[in-house]
């Protein structure tokens, strides 16, 4: 599976952005979903995840409120869609794919990663 992150850029507080992540190659298979970050200097972290069917979904607390993922499976695409944008937003947002149903809050369980795409958040 080939991820490819998309949707970053340059936004002001209070803000919002909508991120994409389209997957391609063996998406027949069933496969959940979670998009991390990583700010400069940090780790990278969980954001989001959701599960294959989308019909579960699990938030960090730093975003919990303010953002919503999604997937179109006819599409083979997540969104991640992100309100209120704050400074603290500002990071390389990744998406992930790991061969299961559930989606994990563990970067270890994903196998695949996107390239990433950058979100700035400006004050």
């Known amino acids: 599976v080939q991820l490819q992150a998309s949707g970053g850029g340059l936004v002001q ?13 063996r998406t027949s298979i069933n496969y959940a979903v979670g998009w991390f970050r990583q700010a400069p200097g940090k780790e990278r972290e969980f954001v989001a995840g959701i599960n294959y069917d989308g019909a579960s979904d699990y938030y960090a607390d730093s975003v919990k409120g303010r953002s919503t993922i999604s997937r179109d499976n006819a599409k083979n695409t997540v969104y991640l869609q992100m309100n209120s944008l704050k400074p603290e937003d500002t990071a390389v947002y990744y998406c ?12 270890y369980e994903y196998q695949y990663w ?9 004050s």
């Open 96 to 107: 992930a794919a790991r061969v299961a149903r559930e989606q994990s809050t563990l970067l």
């Open 13 to 25: 507080a209070g803000g919002y952005l909508r991120l994409s992540c389209a997957a391609s190659g």
């Open 114 to 122: 996107g390239q990433g795409t950058l979100v700035t958040v400006s």
